[in-house]
Nanobody, 127 residues
Framework: QVQVVESGGGLVQAGGSLRLSCVAS????????MGWFRQAPGKERDFVAA??????????ADSVKGRFTISRTNAKNTVYLYLQMNSLKPEDTAVYYC??????????????????WGQGTQVTVSS
């Protein structure tokens, strides 16, 4: 069982910054890659960014490349995941979800590849 909890969302003006945090804790499983996704009202859950177990490989959606940075810190049975969001735009408004993948073979952009999810945190960017 893996517990995933996000924090750090809020309301910010366009051009501003926010930093999202996520803590993923496992009892016996080994957490591999992790990702951030977002879902706006009436839309599907979209990929934002992903990072490999070591932190050495990162993927970004084209819409956030150059503005968002994903990073992680690994501790015993716990992963601390971050998403630094700069130059925010109104179209970044969504619920942001942190996700953990237990599969050593993948670093995926697909939500279906992730095994555990947090409850989400709201990010609202005003124009």
């Amino acid at each position: 069982q893996v517990q995933v909890v996000e924090s750090g969302g809020g309301l910010v003006q366009a051009g501003g910054s926010l930093r999202l945090s996520c803590v993923a804790s496992a009892r016996t499983e080994s957490i591999q890659s992790m990702g951030w996704f977002r879902q706006a009202p009436g839309k599907e859950r979209d990929f934002v960014a992903a990072v490999s177990r070591s932190g050495g490989i990162t993927y970004y959606a084209d819409s956030v490349k150059g503005r968002f940075t994903i990073s992680r810190t690994n501790a015993k049975n716990t992963v601390y995941l971050y998403l630094q969001m700069n130059s925010l735009k109104p179209e970044d408004t969504a619920v942001y979800y942190c996700a953990a993948d237990l599969d050593v073979a993948t670093l995926s952009r697909q939500p279906r590849e992730y095994d555990y999810w947090g409850q989400g945190t709201q990010v609202t960017v005003s124009s």
